[in-house]
């Protein structure tokens, strides 16, 4: 995670975490909106293309902009915190269909038709979901680190067993309080240990818990990985390098997926290729 930031005053980002990219003037904008009576937090920057990626379990936004945020030098990018991620608060049971339509509110709240979706670890299934239940506002699909293999198969065991550990967490932060989290974070290098937990510290413990609860289910975005083949659109898939988020997935996606367009993670011009994809798709000169 090469693109990392450096911390700055942000009155509103009190973590420290740096939400400006090179290329684009001024940091990124907030965006509040609301479905079903729940209250939603994104940001965007950038001008361009629109691409909306998802961060993965018990992150936030910020997760996507240390990964991705220099995107937004060339096109229009959002990042929203899922229900009950970040500063979306919402402590109630959560679907992956709960997850698309709030997609879909965001995507008229800020009046884009179709937007090319990513996602990353549970964003990716989020994007899946996406892209399964509303074709029609879907121009292209970034998968990265993917790790739900379609509900005919079963998770990988490493993924089962680290969900496991969050629910636990999850329940002794409703509990205790958010610090209870700090365990799961403090064995990774920094600075990933340093932006997670500066993230995940700040967070509202009732959502982590209805969170992990969910992710703990192991209820899967399909049916079956075939299911990704209604999908028109061209799809990216970024392989995992992980236990938790192993290759195979990647593959099993890559088999099912009209043509394909597979990156390691480590290629030294990821995000170039991304940008790349996401010019090429004519969907959007439709």
């Keep these: 995670m090469s693109n990392s930031f450096n911390a700055n005053t942000h009155p509103e980002n009190q973590t420290k975490i740096r939400e400006t990219v090179p290329g684009v003037q001024g940091p990124f904008s907030e965006i509040w909106f609301e479905r079903g009576g729940t209250r939603l937090f994104a940001v965007e920057a950038g001008k361009g293309r629109p691409i909306v990626f998802v961060h993965g379990g018990l992150a936030d936004h910020r997760a996507v902009t240390f990964r991705v945020g220099p995107l937004a030098a060339t096109h229009r990018l959002v990042a929203p915190d899922l229900r009950g991620s970040g500063r979306s608060v919402y402590a109630e049971t959560l679907s992956w269909n709960l997850f698309a339509d709030d997609l879909v509110a965001l995507l008229d709240h800020l009046g884009i038709e179709r937007a090319v979706m990513g996602g990353t670890s549970m964003g990716s299934a989020v994007a899946i979901r996406f892209a399964l239940r509303h074709p029609s506002r879907l121009a292209g699909l970034i998968l990265m680190s993917p790790l739900y293999p379609g509900a005919d198969r079963e998770l990988p065991e490493a993924a089962s067993a680290a969900m496991r550990t969050m629910a636990e967490a999850g329940e002794r932060a409703v509990t205790q309080g958010v610090d209870?989290?700090?365990?799961?974070?403090?064995?990774?290098?920094?600075?990933?240990?340093?932006?997670?937990?500066?993230?995940?510290?700040?967070?509202?413990?009732?959502?982590?818990?209805?969170?992990?609860?969910?992710?703990?289910?192991?209820?899967?975005?399909?049916?079956?990985?075939?299911?990704?083949?209604?999908?028109?659109?061209?799809?990216?898939?970024?392989?995992?390098?992980?236990?938790?988020?192993?290759?195979?997935?990647?593959?099993?996606?890559?088999?099912?997926?009209?043509?394909?367009?597979?990156?390691?993670?480590?290629?030294?011009?990821?995000?170039?290729?991304?940008?790349?994809?996401?010019?090429?798709?004519?969907?959007?000169?439709?």
């Design 180 to 286: 209870a989290l700090r365990p799961l974070f403090e064995p990774l290098p920094p600075p990933v240990r340093d932006v997670a937990l500066q993230m995940v510290l700040r967070f509202d413990a009732a959502s982590v818990g209805a969170t992990t609860r969910f992710l703990s289910s192991s209820v899967q975005p399909m049916d079956s990985a075939r299911d990704l083949k209604a999908i028109d659109t061209r799809v990216m898939i970024f392989p995992g390098t992980v236990p938790q988020h192993p290759a195979e997935i990647a593959e099993l996606y890559a088999r099912n997926v009209r043509d394909p367009v597979v990156v390691e993670q480590t290629a030294p011009d990821c995000l170039q290729r991304i940008s790349e994809f996401c010019d090429s798709l004519s969907i959007f000169e439709r």
